[in-house]
């Protein structure tokens, strides 16, 4: 079956670095996604991985490693705005028809 | 508009009455989706559309639930004979292709009372 992991909260200092894991297993693997939620708001693209290794982004990374199932976003200098649910999602492909799986999403509480 | 929009944002309803909620994607996004999303959760696949054509229903909980889009532009998803258990955020996301980013909607609050 298909299957997301994520922290369901984490705390961090203004300034400093946070990492946050994703493990998954699903078949059929097609790309993972993160995304940012603000409370009572709706998710946005933050970024994208289909092939191992490290994408950057401003402030924001993603790693990807498929043979492990594991990423990770990495938010660097952080900011009181970057507190926030970030939503790891898996792009799984069957024959023509493309899914995403979610996450419960990691709840980042960002504290000054 | 430039982004993705819903209606009703908010819709109370009284259990066992009908509901239709309205997607608008972003002009030329060929994929729709519909997804439902608990508080503190991620969102929960529904269904979803390219085009016109509903490509994957396999997430919609019941037979009360259909989604249609006829014109490969606006999508209605509609909610038969609603229940208690159905209240929650429905939310609209659309994609250039089927392996592009989703941009979502504000989404739809539904309480069935």
């Known amino acids: 079956g298909q299957n997301i992991d994520q922290p369901t909260e984490m705390t961090a200092t203004e300034g400093a670095i946070v990492q946050i894991n994703c493990t998954y297993q699903?078949?059929?693997?097609?790309?993972l996604f993160w995304y940012q939620q603000h409370a009572g708001e709706a998710p946005t693209f933050l970024s994208y991985n289909v092939l191992d290794g490290l994408e950057e982004k401003g402030r924001f990374s993603s790693f990807l490693s498929r043979s492990k199932g594991y990423s990770y976003l990495l938010l660097k200098e952080l900011q009181m705005k970057d507190s926030a649910s970030y939503l790891c999602a898996v792009r799984r492909r069957a024959d023509s028809n493309y899914q995403l799986i979610w996450g419960a999403g990691t709840k980042l509480i960002i504290k000054p | 508009g430039a982004g993705v929009s819903q209606s009703p944002r908010y819709k109370v309803t009284k259990r066992g009455q009908d509901v239709a909620l309205r997607c608008d994607p972003i002009s030329g996004h060929v994929s729709l989706y519909w997804y439902r999303q608990a508080l503190g959760q991620g969102p929960e696949f529904l269904t979803y559309?390219?085009?016109?054509?509903?490509?994957?229903k396999s997430g919609l909980p019941n037979d009360r639930f259909s989604a249609e889009r006829p014109e490969g532009s606006i999508s209605t998803l509609t909610i038969q004979r609603t229940e208690q258990r159905d209240s929650a955020m429905y939310r609209c996301a659309s994609s250039w292709a089927p392996n592009n980013e989703q941009f979502f909607g504000p989404g739809t609050r539904l309480t069935v009372l």
């Open positions: 699903t078949s059929g693997f097609n790309g």
């Open positions: 559309f390219n085009y016109e054509a509903q490509q994957d």
